[in-house]
């Protein structure tokens, strides 16, 4: 999925402003050079005037700030490296993260958005690239779950 689009809907979903937005990427990193102006861009979609793709680092300060907005940081334990790329599987891993969800959770997330995923299905995503029952999160799981995210914390409608 193309990060903007990752972005927007977690933004959507958690009714984020722009300051909010920028406050939860310097949890991940007090010193990422974002502003609250630069967020507009970020939000648009591919075509429209201002959009300005959002980049892997972005995202992933994005996710791991959301992670420490709503499970805190471990002071104890040093700093983790942000990633350089970012997967469909890691966006699904951390906003699991994020959102302290159990398996149950994932499955009944899948299933308000319409899209049911089996047991083996869904721990398949969360493999590590090497195990032989790794799966890739495509765009479609991908974008079924931030759908039955947003239906879970916003309402239905």
Do not use: W
């Not at 793709?53 to 972005?58: A, E, L, M, Q």
């Not at 994005?62 to 990633?83: I, N, T, W």
């Not at 590590?128 to 309402?155: S, V």
């Amino acid at each position: 999925m193309i990060n903007n689009d990752v972005m927007r809907s977690i933004r959507y979903m958690l009714d984020l402003g722009d300051g909010k937005v920028v406050e939860v990427i310097r949890l991940a990193d007090a010193d990422f050079p974002i502003e609250k102006s630069d967020v507009p861009g970020l939000l648009k979609k591919e075509g429209e005037d201002g959009f300005v793709p959002c980049g892997d680092r972005v995202l992933a300060h994005f996710l791991d700030g959301l992670v420490f907005y709503y499970r805190g940081r471990d002071e104890s334990l040093p700093q983790r490296r942000v990633e350089d790329r970012i997967s469909n599987n890691l966006v699904l891993k951390k906003l699991r993260v994020a959102f302290q969800l159990k398996d149950v959770d994932m499955h009944e997330i899948f299933e308000r958005a319409g899209f049911p995923l089996s047991k083996p299905e869904l721990s398949a995503l969360f493999r590590q690239p090497g195990h032989k029952h790794y799966r890739p999160c495509g765009d479609q799981i991908l974008r079924n779950f931030l759908k039955g995210l947003t239906l879970r914390y916003r309402g239905e409608g």
